[in-house]
C-alpha cells in the first residue's frame, strides 16, 4: 500500500520570501505521478502542480516549482516570491501509473501555510 | 464549461435520516470519485467509478453507496446518517491524455449529521 506523508502541519512565511513544503512517500511502484494540491479557506481543490515520476525534470508553474528526488521518496514544493493568495493548506498526493489505474489518490495530512504581510 | 458540479453545498442531517450527493461533470471524463475530508485531514477515497456503469469500493466505503447514471453523472448515498459521517464531500473526475491522469474536483458539499 502506498503512503504519503507531509511532516510539516504548519508553516509561515513572509510575503515576498520563498517557502519549502515536504513530502514524503511510500511505494514499490516504479511508475506513479505526484501532485500538489491548494486548498484556501473555500475547501476547493485547485491543482498546482504535477510530476512523473519516469521524467527527471522537475516541474515547474510559474512561481511553483518541485524537488522531485525519486531514491530518497522526496516531492517537496518551493513557492517563490510568496503572495498573500498562496495562504492555503497544501495537500501531497499520489497516483499509480498503468491502464489498470483508475486514477485514485491516496493523500497526505496537509501543511497550511500562512503568508504574512 | 462548470467542470464538476455538486449538489447539494451544505446540508443538515438528522442521524438516520438518508440523502444523496449529486454530481455531474460535463469533460467527458469516463473515471469519476468521492472523497471525503475530515477535520486536519486529507481526502479519503470512498467509491469510485472507472467508466460508465461500474462502480468499485474505495478506502472508506461503509455507510454509503453510490449510483453512475451515465457518463456525466455520479452519486454518493447516505442510507441511514450517522454523526461519523459529517464531512466535507469531494466529487471528482479523472482526465487521461497522453501525458497521463489529471483529477479535478467539485467545490465540495458540507454534510453535518446531528
Known amino acids: 500500500a502506498q503512503t504519503v506523508t507531509q511532516s510539516q502541519p504548519e508553516m509561515s512565511v513572509q510575503e515576498a520570501e520563498t517557502v519549502t513544503l515536504s513530502c514524503t512517500y511510500d511505494?514499490?511502484?516504479?511508475?506513479?505521478?505526484l501532485f500538489w494540491y491548494k486548498q484556501p479557506p473555500s475547501r476547493q481543490m485547485i491543482l498546482v502542480i504535477r510530476?512523473?515520476?519516469?521524467?527527471?525534470q522537475n516541474a515547474t508553474e510559474n512561481r511553483f516549482s518541485v524537488n522531485f528526488q525519486k531514491a530518497a521518496k522526496s516531492f517537496s514544493l518551493k513557492i517563490s516570491d510568496s503572495q498573500l493568495g498562496d495562504t492555503a493548506m497544501y495537500f501531497c498526493?499520489?497516483?499509480?501509473?498503468?491502464?489498470?489505474?483508475?486514477?485514485?489518490?491516496?493523500f497526505g495530512q496537509g501543511t497550511t501555510l500562512q503568508v504574512k504581510p | 464549461n462548470a467542470g464538476v458540479t455538486q449538489t447539494p453545498k451544505f446540508q443538515v442531517l438528522k442521524t438516520g435520516q438518508s440523502m444523496t450527493l449529486q454530481c455531474a461533470q460535463d469533460?467527458?471524463?469516463?473515471?469519476m470519485y468521492w472523497y471525503r475530508q475530515d477535520p486536519g485531514m486529507g481526502l479519503r477515497l470512498i467509491y469510485y467509478?472507472?467508466?460508465?456503469?461500474?462502480?468499485d469500493k474505495g478506502e472508506v466505503p461503509n455507510g454509503y453507496n453510490v449510483s453512475r447514471l451515465n457518463k456525466r453523472e455520479f452519486s454518493l448515498r447516505l442510507e441511514s446518517a450517522a454523526p461519523s459521517q459529517t464531512s466535507v464531500y469531494f466529487c471528482?473526475?479523472?482526465?487521461?491524455?497522453?501525458?497521463?491522469?489529471?483529477?479535478?474536483f467539485g467545490e465540495g458539499s458540507w454534510l453535518t449529521v446531528v
Open positions: 498526493a499520489f497516483m499509480k501509473h498503468g491502464s489498470s489505474n483508475t486514477g485514485k489518490l491516496i
Open positions: 511505494t514499490s511502484e516504479s511508475n506513479y505521478y
Open positions: 510530476q512523473e515520476a519516469y521524467k527527471q
Open positions: 469533460m467527458n471524463h469516463n473515471s
Open positions: 467509478s472507472a467508466s460508465e456503469g461500474t462502480t
Open positions: 471528482a473526475s479523472n482526465h487521461r491524455d497522453l501525458t497521463g491522469n489529471t483529477i479535478y
